[in-house]
C-alpha cells in the first residue's frame, strides 16, 4: 500500500511538472471571463441609454446637465423609483485625420446598427455625417429647443427605428 501511495505521488508530481502552465492559464482565464461576466450581470442598466454624438466630448458638468435634463423628463421603467440614465459619448475627428475619422465614423455605424441606445443626441456635424450614409436610421430627427451649456452648436434628438412611444414622449418633452 504504501508502494501505490509513493507511485500516486509521484504521478501527480509528473503530471503538475509538465502541466502546471497549462493549467494556470486556464485557471487565470477562467478567473477572466469570470469576472467578465460578474461586471456585465452587475452593471446597473439603466431606465435610459443615451448617446451624445458630437464634434467635441462633453465635460463632467455638461454630462450632469444633459443627465438631469433627460432623468427630469423620463418615467421610472425599471421601478427602483429613480429616473437613471445611461450616458455614452462618441466624438467624431475635427483634426482631419483621415483613418481616426473613419475608426469614429465605424464606431458610431456599428452602434446605431445595434441599436444599444434608445435617444440618440447629435450635434450639426454628427446629424450631417448620418445623413450622408443613411437617414432610415432614425424615425425622427427634431431641433432640441435648449443647447448645452458651453456649446455653441445646436443639438437634434434621434430616435432610432422602432422607438417605443415613451421615448417619443421623452424626445418631444425634452
Given at each position: 500500500m504504501n508502494?501505490?501511495?509513493?507511485k500516486r505521488r509521484k504521478a501527480i508530481a509528473n503530471f503538475w511538472d509538465y502541466h502546471k502552465l497549462h493549467i494556470l492559464v486556464a485557471l487565470a482565464a477562467i478567473?477572466?471571463?469570470?469576472?467578465?461576466?460578474w461586471d456585465l450581470l452587475d452593471r446597473p442598466a439603466g431606465d435610459y441609454q443615451v448617446t451624445y454624438v458630437g464634434i467635441y466630448t462633453?465635460?463632467?458638468?455638461?454630462?450632469?446637465?444633459?443627465?438631469?435634463?433627460?432623468?427630469?423628463?423620463?418615467?421610472d421603467s425599471d421601478g427602483d423609483g429613480q429616473v437613471t440614465v445611461q450616458l455614452q459619448q462618441i466624438q467624431l475627428d475635427n483634426t482631419?485625420?483621415?483613418?481616426?475619422?473613419?475608426?469614429?465614423?465605424t464606431k458610431l455605424l456599428t452602434q446605431l446598427s445595434q441599436?444599444?441606445?434608445q435617444l440618440y443626441l447629435l450635434d450639426s456635424t454628427a446629424l450631417e455625417i448620418i445623413s450622408s450614409y443613411d437617414s432610415s436610421f432614425f424615425s425622427q430627427c427634431v431641433p432640441m429647443e435648449w443647447s448645452i451649456p458651453g456649446l455653441e452648436t445646436p443639438i437634434y434628438g434621434a430616435?432610432?427605428?422602432?422607438?417605443?412611444?415613451?421615448?417619443?414622449?421623452?424626445?418631444?418633452?425634452?
Open positions: 508502494h501505490m501511495d509513493e478567473l477572466f471571463v469570470g469576472y467578465l461576466v462633453l465635460d463632467a458638468d455638461q454630462c450632469q446637465w444633459l443627465t438631469d435634463r433627460i432623468s427630469g423628463s423620463g418615467k482631419g485625420a483621415e483613418g481616426l475619422d473613419m475608426l469614429y465614423r441599436g444599444s441606445s430616435l432610432p427605428q422602432g422607438a417605443e412611444e415613451t421615448l417619443v414622449t421623452l424626445l418631444e418633452s425634452l
